[in-house]
């Protein structure tokens, strides 16, 4: 699934391809820099048929981008399709051991 993420022509930004080329299959990720400040923003989509390989992809992915994050903001966002997560209640559905719970 093609990706992207649209930045106003009058930011200043870096692809961040460390993020973007990862081992999570969809994803795209960028540096945005704005007087002084940094935010690292990820877009992510996770297919309902992701794989337990993709799945632990996407939480080391996760983790890396934290780690790169250091000392600037970040902003991840999209579509993680995990229905056992329930973000109204703030619970999952499942043991400890399932990707969702990992996940959340």
Known sequence: ???GVYICDTLQFFPMPELTNDKFQDSVWCKIITHNHHLIVGSCYRSTSSTKE??????QLLEKAIRQAYGSKILIFGDFNYP?????????????????HKFF
Do not use: W
């Open 54 to 59: 993709n799945n632990n992809s996407l939480l």
């Open 1 to 3: 699934m093609a990706h």
């Open 84 to 100: 056992d997560i329930n973000y109204d209640r703030y619970e999952v559905h499942g043991g400890p051991d399932t990707d969702a």
